[in-house]
């Protein structure tokens, strides 16, 4: 299924896609790293937001 960005909440604000060049830079941005780490981190512990952040605090 295609990212509408005309429509966000729901599942949309609890998943990360690499693909999209304005989510990679918003969660980089709040994550605190970069998009390079941000992407390594999806690869390893999937799309999920919460997973992201804790694999990226137990780093």
């Known amino acids: 299924m295609a990212d509408d960005t005309t429509q966000s909440g729901g599942q949309d604000r ?3 896609s690499i693909h ?3 989510e990679v830079r ?3 941005k709040k994550f605190g790293v970069t998009p390079e780490e941000l992407k390594a981190a999806v690869a ?3 799309t999920i937001a919460a997973d992201v952040e804790r694999h990226l605090k137990g780093r």
């Open 44 to 46: 390893q512990g999937g």
């Open 26 to 28: 918003d969660w980089s």
């Open 20 to 22: 999209q060049d304005h």
């Open 14 to 16: 609890t998943r990360i």
